[in-house]
Nanobody, 122 residues
Framework: QMRLVESGVGLVQAGGSLRLSCVAS????????MGWYRQAPGKEREPVAT?????????YYADFVKGRFTISRDNAESTLYLQMNSLNSEDTAIYYC??????????????WGQGTQVTVSS
């Protein structure tokens, strides 16, 4: 079972940027597809971005973050990242990293992190 720990709790103003990190342990990080999800207050958890295993040559994004967010990975550090730019109030949510059981944005997740709060003030 992979253990995932997110960091990057943040309060940021609208238009600002924030980078989330997720450190993995307990499994060989590089062989796993990985993804970020988010859950806003009163809403269901939704996928944000997915990255392929290995070099992470393939990435997939939800329409609402395309062009603003970038998912990346550092296999040497067993760390997943989410760079978030041009943030707006609708991006306020708890963000989770997860291992993925398949490719693509909507493939189901395997292991989950505990989540980290991102708040965007207008």
């Amino acid at each position: 079972q992979m253990r995932l720990v997110e960091s990057g709790v943040g309060l940021v103003q609208a238009g600002g940027s924030l980078r989330l990190s997720c450190v993995a342990s307990g499994s060989i990080f590089s062989i796993h597809r990985m993804g970020w999800y988010r859950q806003a207050p009163g809403k269901e958890r939704e996928p944000v971005a997915t990255i392929s295993s290995g070099r992470g040559s393939f990435t997939y994004y939800a329409d609402f973050v395309k062009g603003r967010f970038t998912i990346s990975r550092d296999n040497a550090e067993s760390t997943l990242y989410l760079q978030m730019n041009s943030l707006n109030s609708e991006d306020t949510a708890i963000y989770y990293c997860a291992s993925k059981k398949g490719g693509g944005l909507i493939a189901p997740a395997g292991s989950w992190g505990q989540g980290t709060q991102v708040t965007v003030s207008s």
